[in-house]
Nanobody, 125 residues
Framework: QVQLVESGGGLVQPGGSLRLSCVAS????????IGWFRQAPGKEREGVSC????????RYADSVKGRFTISRDNAKNTVYLQMNSLKTEDTAVYYC??????????????????WGQGTQVTVSS
């Protein structure tokens, strides 16, 4: 069955970096766009970034543009989210999700049908 497993979260100081990984199984990663989302306590889940089947197709939320980089390695069935210059407001549970499409550029969670369990990212001094 379709599975997505996130890892790489943790506690980091403001200005620090983390790299999240999303390992996919149960489907051919090459055929689908993947998105990263996050949910902070008391807030709705929001889209952070997405990448199409062509690694050149990416999109970022304004709040992370210039700080986060999404990439994929289909041979390893893995999508990454490199997060630099982290801020306290980046604290959230981060989820990866599989889009219904090869690419739409959407960060609307309704377009994503399968979700991982999430990994906690805490940015604090």
């Amino acid at each position: 069955q379709v599975q997505l497993v996130e890892s790489g979260g943790g506690l980091v100081q403001p200005g620090g970096s983390l790299r999240l990984s999303c390992v996919a199984s149960g489907f051919i990663l090459d055929y689908y766009a993947i998105g990263w989302f996050r949910q902070a306590p008391g807030k709705e889940r929001e889209g952070v970034s997405c990448i199409g089947t062509s690694a050149g197709s990416t999109r970022y939320a304004d709040s992370v543009k210039g700080r986060f980089t999404i990439s994929r390695d289909n041979a390893k069935n893995t999508v990454y989210l490199q997060m630099n210059s982290l801020k306290t407001e980046d604290t959230a549970v981060y989820y990866c999700a599989r889009s219904r499409y090869a690419w739409s550029g959407s960060l609307q969670k309704e377009e994503y049908g399968y979700w991982g369990q999430g990994t906690q990212v805490t940015v604090s001094s």
